[in-house]
């Protein structure tokens, strides 16, 4: 902590209460974001398919998710009999929690005086945000899991299964790509980062550009994936497995999912908007008040992106999953890794633009060369494998051609 | 397949749908808009009568002997002598059609021998619980127009009476010798009197059947001098 002006004359009641309405705030943020997500995120789809989406409840329909929710509250709670009770309980909430505490550590921008206690748009700024960010993705495997496994059932389990093993496999392309933002903005903080990002014409001092565009649209593949959304949702795979992990839940408890799932989007989202779009930056100069403003924007712009792909991708098969994750993504971000740390070896000051990197530092330029090769070097490994499994399929088919 | 070949597909792909939201809705917002009925489409039933208001149904109980799902209970009675229900020597003393089995497949109404039972194009049916998806005569009798009656939850728009599934008669053609088997279609739900099939062969002999999307009443207007019947069909608009 420390860095909210806030803190700055020590703690006293009114200190602790202003942070309690910033908890309310965030936690309030969080959960009405998510009523509007899942509306926003049906009238979209429904925009793609040429429909209008749920119009009837309330005005234009948009408090169908309130009226849904509603009536999950007052379903019956049932419990499977092969259930494991205590974990099949708790699973929900480790699910819920870690999501939810995930916002707030994302900078709204700007800052806010109440009753002469000047505090900045952001619950806490602890000086190792993105590691947090980074500990709650990786916290909600644990929910799957345990929902998976407590349910006692077949199908749930095989969900679950199917969860932890993308999940595992795509937080290592979300580190690695995360790691080109800390070493591009050079601090863990998320108000620094934003900071870093801002300026003028900030839009070409965002992340996003100054890390080569990749990083980010790797980074944007993988929280899809961690978030097991369309196309990388095979462990809610209806078809296969009947709903997936949460099959055995109903009522409050499957409510806890369904929130965790779109609290994840909205703050993966945000997360997104501030490691690589600049947070709430405006396009020209930074900040100037329209913070919040600027901030939703984007969230917005991000979170339809990710409905349109939903809209778009058909789901992956597993071998698919596991071959984009392990031989492509990968093998690229850690070229790319290598890359951005080969210019970032000329200057350790954060803030130089992509182009200050171009700079004569030979050490640099080795890095980079070395990471491109090691990189061709991969994704070269990756296609001869990939070569020699169509060469024997092709063998296969034929045999089972019979006599030529 | 590499992820060189998945891309421009894939970018194609988000094109297609990034176009569509620009395109016309094909949402109908149904009870505020409507589609128009299909021809012939098979709706709930109506229990026909003749033009001096007698009923049809003889509670012979073939429509619930062909009915595939067993829905329609018919429990025929004779009929009252100084105040009979229908022509003949009995009638359908109980009618009732279960909704929530009735699949619409209309073999009640091609194995009806009097055209007592049809269908109409109404199809919008409202229980709160089982009981009530259980139509009876009181529901079913058509009213002394004629025409369905419009129970209160019920949709009518004007023509929902006209190209009905109606009656196909399946059984003699009245020994007509040019007759060739192919069946007509009264395009109507069945009020009153049917002249006899005639043949269909020869256009020039007299059996040929005139105009046969003419509605009943109109073909049978000279007969029907005298009877109280509306030669025209009545005016129901969409108000309950």
């Known amino acids: ?66 009226a849904d929710g509603t009536k999950l509250l007052f379903k019956e709670a049932f419990t499977p009999r092969t259930a494991d009770r205590p974990v099949y309980k708790v699973a929900p909430y480790i699910m819920l929690v870690p999501v939810l505490t995930a916002f707030s550590i994302v900078p709204l921008g700007g800052t806010i005086t109440i009753a002469h206690h000047t505090t900045e748009l952001q619950l806490a700024d602890p000086q190792w945000g993105i590691l947090y960010l980074l500990m709650t993705s990786g916290l909600a495997v644990y929910g799957v899991i345990l929902a998976g496994w407590a349910s006692g059932s077949k199908y749930p389990l095989l969900g679950s299964v199917r969860a932890s093993a993308q999940m595992v496999s795509y937080e290592a392309v979300l580190g690695l790509t995360t790691a080109t933002v800390v070493l591009v903005s050079g601090s863990l903080s998320t108000s620094k980062l ?29 929280i899809t994936a961690e978030m097991t959304r369309a196309p990388f949702d095979l462990v809610e795979a209806e078809e296969e497995l009947s709903g997936g992990y949460n099959l055995e839940y109903s009522s409050v408890d499957f409510a806890w999912f369904y929130l965790a799932e779109y609290a994840a989007l909205v703050t993966n989202s945000a997360v997104i908007v501030t490691l690589w779009l600049g947070g709430p930056n405006g396009p020209t100069v930074a900040g100037q008040g329209l913070g919040p403003v600027w901030f939703t924007v984007k969230t917005l712009v991000i979170l339809y992106v990710f409905v349109w792909i939903r809209a778009t991708l058909p789901r992956l098969r597993y071998d698919q999953l596991m071959d984009l994750g392990w031989k492509q993504m990968i093998p690229l971000s850690l070229a790319l890794l290598m890359v951005v740390s080969g210019f970032r070896s000329k200057n350790n000051v954060g803030g130089s633009g992509f182009l200050h990197w171009f700079a004569q530092y030979k050490w640099g330029w080795f890095a980079i060369a070395a990471s491109v090769l090691l990189g061709a070097f991969f994704l070269r490994a990756v296609d001869v494998g990939q070569e020699a499994t169509e060469i024997e399929a092709t063998r296969d088919a034929r045999l089972h051609e019979g006599p030529l | 397949m590499r992820l060189t070949d998945l891309l421009p597909r894939v970018l194609r792909g988000f094109v297609v749908t990034g ?79 279960n909704f929530l089995r009735c699949i619409h497949c209309d073999m009640c109404v091609e194995a009806c021998p009097t055209e007592a039972i049809t269908e109409s194009k109404m199809f919008e049916f409202s229980f709160a619980n089982r009981e009530d998806a259980i139509y009876t005569k009181a529901e079913l009798l058509v009213d002394d127009e004629g025409l369905p009656q419009q129970l209160p939850w019920e949709d009518w728009k004007p023509g929902d009476d006209l190209n009905t599934s109606a009656w196909v008669r399946a059984t003699a053609p009245g020994g007509a010798a040019a007759m060739e088997g192919r069946q007509l279609w009264s395009a109507e739900l069945g009020y009153g009197v049917r002249p ?37 069909r009545p005016e129901r608009g969409g108000g309950r």
């Open chain 1, 194 to 222: 934003v900071a870093q990002q801002s300026g003028h014409l900030s839009f070409l001092h965002w992340n996003w550009l100054h890390t080569g565009i990749i990083p980010f649209i790797l980074f944007s593949i993988a």
């Open chain 2, 196 to 232: 006899a099939q005639r043949g269909q062969s020869d256009p020039t002999s007299p059996d040929y059947p005139a105009d046969t999307d003419v509605s009943l009443r109109e073909t049978l207007a000279p007969a029907l001098k005298g009877v109280n019947v509306n030669g025209k």
């Open chain 1, 1 to 66: 902590m420390g860095f909210d002006p806030l803190f700055a004359h020590g703690l006293n009641l009114a200190v602790w209460l202003i942070l309690l309405v910033k908890v309310v705030i965030v936690f309030v943020i969080v959960l009405v974001s998510v009523l509007f997500m899942i509306m926003y995120e049906r009238k979209v789809v429904a925009l793609m398919g040429v429909r209008y989406g749920p119009n009837r409840a309330g005005p234009g329909g948009w408090l169908q998710s309130l």
């Open chain 2, 19 to 97: 176009k569509l939201p620009l395109k016309p809705k094909v949402t109908v917002q149904y009870p505020e808009e409507k589609r128009p009925k299909p021809e012939r489409f098979h709706g709930r039933h109506v229990l026909n009568r003749y033009e001096d208001g007698m009923e049809k149904c003889i509670g012979c109980e073939l429509c619930a002997g062909v009915c595939p799902a067993r829905c329609i209970y018919v429990r025929g009675a004779d009929n009252p002598p100084d105040n009979p229900v229908s022509p003949g020597e009995r009638y359908g003393f109980v009618y009732e059609i």
